[in-house]
């Protein structure tokens, strides 16, 4: 933990003042507080990056036991560890992580999930390679999971008509989402944007954000609204989902430094959005301030720049990571992006070479796979399998790379 009276944590607190008090910076996944860990625990872990796997809940390699855990939304709501997906950016509060040669393991005490933007999509790419909602840009890479409602998946959508929820990182250097992971969005209420606020009138207060001419008016909420609103700063609105004299109303703006409790191990998987690294080596990732002046850099420091997706290891103190290292994520690894699931095997079809596991359907017709402690033969309703794999060419089911019976 941080001491206020020894001079380096002193400098390191001054220097966050001073980085993220010029911004109101937002966690990817919202702006709120954590959530206390229990009583008289004496270890605790925080762990943010996207879900790439159930049976337990996987984030960063890690397997957090969801069964007693809290589940709530960025807007503070609670919600079913049953509303949890692949791709979606998730936040976990958990016991220490303990890790042997099957893999990292801990006990999630709370889960928190959100997404970056809510929208109509006004366009997709003939390739499928992205859309844009919002006026935003929202890249789509072989990692993307679509959700299964989504018929005909993104050549499906229609432009004016189709609204989306967009799950994923925000890199700010270009205003480009990274999508986790894409929803239909029926019958939304409210649509909803993160980004970097530019052409700031104050006097008609109206801004835009990102790599949208779209123009939002706050002055709806503008009693609400910090005067030190910006061009600059990374916020996130909700909007009327119909526009007034051609603009989008805001009737919510979050802002300020996001807060963590204290914990004995962190780990965030995100892009870096605020950094002055230097001799100082301070920076934010998804809003969450960093301090990596004593870790080390396996892949050197070149990579850490505003904008890259990078991955941090190490405590929280008095809402800071102090980073033990870090390290930029590798595209290889980033477009392989290998998903895992546990659980019993159901709507098993042996002709299609199918079968569906935790509401994913699984194809393994592929020539690659590999079985372990069993074959193909051995596949059946009922049966307990642990499968990787690879986001199918759909979009919204898992091709089998690797698939091992449990029971």
Excluded at 108 to 120: D, H, L, M, Q, T
Excluded at 160 to 167: D, I
Aim: proline share 3%; hydrophobic share 40%.
């Amino acid at each position: 933990m941080l001491n206020p009276l020894n001079p380096l944590h002193r400098r390191t607190a001054l220097r966050f003042t001073t980085l993220i008090g010029a911004a109101l910076v937002l966690v990817a996944c919202g702006g709120g507080g954590s959530s206390a860990p229990p009583a008289g625990a004496s270890a605790s872990s925080f762990t943010a990056g996207p879900i790439t796997g159930f049976g337990s809940v996987i984030v960063n390699g890690v397997r957090f036991d969801d069964s007693s855990a809290s589940v709530s939304d960025d807007d503070g709501n609670s919600r079913s560890r049953d509303d949890l997906r692949l791709g979606m950016m998730a936040e976990i509060e958990a016991g220490s992580v303990a890790s042997d040669d099957s893999g990292s393991r801990s006990t999630a005490r709370a889960i928190r999930f959100g997404s970056e933007v809510v929208g109509p999509v006004s366009s997709v790419a003939a390739d499928g390679t992205s859309l844009v909602v919002l006026g935003q840009t929202v890249q789509v890479t072989a990692t993307t999971m679509l959700d299964d409602r989504m018929v005909g998946g993104l050549a499906g959508l229609v432009p004016g008509t189709s609204v989306v929820e967009v799950h994923g990182v925000l890199d700010v250097s270009t205003g480009i989402f990274r999508a986790t992971r894409i929803e239909p969005k029926f019958n939304a209420s409210l649509y909803k944007l993160r980004g970097v606020v530019s052409g700031i009138d104050k006097t008609a207060q109206t801004f835009r954000l990102g790599n949208s001419g779209e123009t939002i008016s706050y002055a709806a909420i503008a009693a609400s609204v910090p005067a030190s609103l910006d061009n600059g700063q990374l916020v996130r609105v909700r909007l009327q989902t119909t526009q007034v004299a051609g603009q989008w109303v805001a009737t919510r703006l979050d802002g300020g430094a996001r807060r963590m409790d204290d914990h004995d191990e962190a780990e965030i998987k995100g892009t870096i959005t605020a950094t002055t690294f230097d001799a100082n080596k301070m920076f934010s990732v998804n809003g969450i301030a960093v301090d990596a002046t004593n870790a080390t850099y396996p892949k050197g420091t070149a990579g850490i720049v505003l904008g890259a997706t990078v991955e941090v290891k190490g405590s929280a103190a008095n809402g800071i990571i102090i980073a033990t290292r870090v390290a930029p994520e590798d595209q290889n690894d980033r477009d392989r992006g290998e998903f895992e699931l546990h659980g019993m095997i159901s709507a098993h079809d042996p002709i299609g070479m199918s079968f569906a596991l935790r509401g994913i359907t699984v194809h393994y017709d592929g020539a690659a796979v590999e079985f372990r402690k069993g074959s193909a033969a051995n596949l059946a309703n009922g049966r307990n399998v642990e499968v990787k794999g690879l986001r199918a060419a759909d979009g919204m089911t898992l091709a089998a790379t690797r698939i091992s019976f449990e029971d």
